[in-house]
């Protein structure tokens, strides 16, 4: 066992903590908040607030 | 409505379209550079060469200005129609506005794919890095390459998770680091500053078209590699503070700094590198600037351009998440794919679920992939997205000519470009098929099966008048 | 012009929905892999017996960063003499042509009629 074999199992490690933390606050965050509010967002919002779309 | 609390900042029921949750507007242009040439500047440090191994070094250099000149013609066509249309999904909600829907649909697959491709090469080349290292440090048995490929995608995935800011700041800095690596290398092997090792004229000779004129048609299919991703930029646009003028002043300065940079590559790579070697990005070169800095005899330029080539593959899969999950989100958010996928993360504004389901996808690529395989479809589905570009601001400029609508920037010469950049595409789906002609045909056979697919069954689920979003006047001829 | 109301799509529909687009999506990868027609494979036409920097075509300069890079004459044999083959049939180039071009007008003319639904509901005849 060598620096670069402890690395491998870091690098296992670290992957599945990253991808737990995502995978928790992922159903976490969908058992919250109703499907309404999550998928509310609209495009063109920005168009419709700020931009007049008019030749000076 | 009970999801409406107005004293929230976030659920205030504001929205003008109903909007509650909504993606975060807080880049600037810093940041808008950064994605776009983020995603483009590890080309530099890999992958372009096979360009060389296509037709020798000349041919190299050839294809790299003719797809510089393809890639100014999309920076300037995508600026103008981007800064009208400025949303999340970018060249996809292009074409929806433009040509129509299932035009979109297929170029918000180009995105998808181009992107997950490019981030399942960058991961695969990330985990090379690591390897070689560890040999280079004394590690004697072969390292394990899949634990850091894994790490590399989520670990970005789960910064692109957490908010947008944190992740193209990220960006901008590796990205910078790793510029000022390709300069620094520049200046000191090229006797600007002490003594130079290039020698163009010993190694280029006996060797100055190796293939002859064919090669430097060959050469085009991987000189896309140099510039690929750039047109990413527009991504952002519904994160960005001002975007009708920051998106075209990060396009255009991004596409200024790659033209430089691809060029000091070129002439530092092959003036040390023999062709054969430099050109074989399998078995000779896979990362020509490190392998220059190698053969400089200089150990701390060997150390910069390792953290350089390994920060260039680490932005351009951060960026390929951003850009990715962005397609698929708006994708989504209009039906064209299932609406479970257009959520917005209420706490972090990211389009979370789109982050998350695009994760396994680049890993069964980056897993079980060979890389000049995963390299080539990404640059199929680019191909296939800046030959819509021309029909795109065609369409545009005659449905809505200049005095019918405001753009925040108007590109000069029009049409000239969109026809240089038709003629440019058709050359380099020409290159492709000289080499990878099955799999070029493989690709569009899937994408008239997605097309028929959307036209024939999912398409149902989309509402037809709500899509069109712009506030443009109708347009002429209909 | 009547608005076009679409149908919700419940959980299963869009499940199986994800589920068509990922086959579809890796099969186009793999299907050229496993059928082995992926890729353009370089080969060495003729080999040299006893390579040396010359015989390989390389003169002192070239010799001397292959040396640097840790090459000898005969572990760069292949990597400096293998060559792709652009040798193609008009054939297969018509073909290609054929299909691109039948991509295009296809997605096209769905999308011409497509388009032409969403302007007059957004916009009234």
Known sequence: MDLWSYLEYAAWGLSALFGLHILVDWLRTDSTYSEDVLTSSREGELEAMAEEHKVH | MTDIDITSQTMDGMGPHGTKVGLLRVLGPAHVWALGVGIVLVGEYMGWNFSVGKGGAFAALIACWFAGILYSCV???????????????????????????????????????????????????????????????????????????????????????????????????????????????????????????????????????????????????????????????????????????????????????????????????????????????????????????????????????????????????????????RAWFAMGRDKYLPGWFGAVHPKYRTPYRSIVFLVPIALIFALGAPLDQVITFSILSGLLGYTFMPLNIILFRRKWPLDTIKRGYEHPFHPIPAFTLLGICGVTFFAVFLGYGTQLVAMIGFYIIVSLWFHFWRYRFVNRGAQFTMPWPKPKGY | MAHYIPPKQGKASQLFDVVVLVVLTVGSLFVPLWLNLAGAAKTVASPVENPTWEALGQNAAQAAKYEALGFTPETAHDLILARFDYSFSVGALLVMILVIVLYYFLILRFSESEYREVISEKFGK
């Open chain 2, 75 to 325: 920076a300037m066509i995508d600026s103008e129609v981007t800064s009208t249309v400025a949303s999340a999904g970018g060249q996809y909600t292009q074409a929806k506005h433009i040509i129509g829907p299932l035009m979109a649909f297929n170029v918000g697959l180009y995105l998808v794919f181009a992107y997950t491709m490019l981030e399942a090469a960058n991961a695969i080349t990330a985990g090379y890095l690591f390897s070689v290292v560890a040999s280079m440090t004394g590690h004697e048995a072969e390292l394990d390459q899949r634990p850091f490929i894994i790490l590399v995608i989520t670990f970005l995935a789960w910064l692109n998770y957490r908010g947008v800011l944190a992740t193209l700041t990220f960006n901008l800095v590796i990205t910078a680091i790793a510029f000022i690596a390709i300069i620094t290398l520049f200046l000191s092997t090229s006797g600007v500053l002490g003594g130079g090792i290039m020698e163009h004229a010993a190694l280029f000779e006996g060797h100055e078209l190796p293939y002859g004129w064919i090669g430097v048609l060959a050469a085009m299919h991987f000189g896309l590699w140099y510039y690929l991703g750039i047109e990413g930029t527009t991504q952002a646009a519904e994160e960005v503070r001002s975007p009708a003028r920051s998106l075209p002043f990060g396009t255009l300065a991004g596409i200024m700094t790659l033209l430089i940079a691809a060029t000091l590559t070129w002439f530092m790579c092959s003036g040390v590198l023999p062709w054969e070697y430099l050109g074989d990005g399998v078995s000779g070169s896979v990362a020509p600037l490190f392998d220059t800095a190698r053969l400089s005899g200089s150990t701390a330029l060997v150390w910069l351009l390792g953290f350089g080539t390994l920060f260039a593959t680490l932005a351009s899969a951060n960026g390929c998440i951003n850009d990715a999950s």
